[in-house]
Structure formats: structure tokens, C-alpha cells
């Protein structure tokens, strides 16, 4: 079960603006993976469902996250389907992040509270999403999608549409005032924040040091946009 109500998820989401996106088979380095991320300020963060018996590594980050990091908000990416979808929320996940919209996934975590935010693509689509009881759609991929222009022609006759973007958003000035500026809420940031070399070498003091970074940033667009 969820250990995080759902207007505690998403509120978290939207003040810090920042949700980490990774995978590792590994357990220890996704500790401490989860552990950096945490010490730098992001409290929620994406584990993706992307290699085999993924679910194993998530049950034990949960546990670990219980035990040591009792604050983080776990969640998990790349859900396409509602059978895997229970399967992770009987395994504690917090909330649940797809590439697509999938109906059945959004009525089963509407049914238990937990947040939902499905990959779309079009205005349609997100009308769609939040037909269904979405808070926060997830544009993906953000990049090819349309960017930040997409997000801020959608914003202008749905003011009340909150957007995530995952994929094309980057831990930098540049990258994050286009998007904050275009309207988004939060954004999901992996492998341009999580790089392949702070994995290969374990270096999660960097890490941290990063995500404090982007956070860093994020406020200081926003305070600019107040």
C-alpha cells in the first residue's frame, strides 16, 4: 500500500518541481541512486519498469526507502497496463508514471488514490487524461512532442492542464526557464541528470550536488516568475 496520500504526492511533485527518472538493476547503486537524489532535495523520485524482474529491485528500494529514507515518495515509470501497474502498488509505489495513456491504469489508481500521470501526446489526449481523474499529465516525449511551444499553446485555452514533462528537458538555466516559463509544473529529468558516468562510478556525492542544483534553479525561476 501507497505509505503517501495522494494530495502529498502531488503537492511535493509541484514544490519541488523536480522528479528524477532512472533504472539500475543494481540494488545498492539504486539506493544510492535514491539516497543522493533525496540529500539534494528531490523527494519524489521515478523508478522506471524497464528490465527484467525490474519489480524485485522496487520492492527492495521500498524497503530500503521504509527503513532509511522514510520521506522519499517512491514511484514508478513506464507502465503501459493495469495488471503491472497492481502489481507495483501492491509493492508500495506512490505513484505511477506511463509513456501512454492507458484507461483501465487510470481508473485502478484512481480507485486507490494513487496519482497517475500518463504520457500524452496531443490536447486531445490530455483532455482525455484528465476525463479520467488525472492532476498531472506527463508530456512524453517531451522534446519531440513539440517542447516547451507545445506546453505553452496548450496552457493558453486550458490554463487548468498541469504538464510534467519527461524526455528534452535538461538540468540547466537554459533548459529549465524555457519550460518553466512555458507552464510546466514539475519536471522528470533522467538520464541528463543521472548521467552515465555519475552510474558507472558511483560518484552519488555529485549526484547530490546536481539534483541540489537543478532544485536550486527551479526556485530561482519561479521567484523571478512571482
Known sequence: ?????RLEVLNTMVNIGLVPV??????????GIVKACA???ALCVEMTNRGDRAIDVFRELETFCIKE??????????IVDAPTAAMYIAQGANFVVGPIL???????????KIPYMPGCGSVSEIHSAEALGVEICKVFPGAQVGGPAFVKAVKGPCPWTSIMPTGGVGP?????????EAGICS???????????IVKNKDFKLLGQKVAETIKIIREIREKQA
Open 1 to 5: 500500500m501507497a505509505r503517501f496520500r
Open 22 to 31: 532512472f533504472y539500475n538493476p543494481d540494488i545498492e547503486t539504486s539506493i
Open 39 to 41: 540529500e539534494g532535495g
Open 69 to 78: 529514507c522514510p520521506r522519499v515518495i517512491l514511484g514508478v515509470g513506464s
Open 102 to 112: 492507458d484507461e483501465e491504469t487510470a481508473l485502478l489508481c484512481n480507485k486507490r
Open 172 to 180: 540547466t538555466i537554459e533548459s529549465l526557464t524555457e519550460w518553466f
Open 187 to 197: 519536471a522528470g529529468i533522467g538520464s541528463k541528470l543521472i548521467t552515465k558516468e
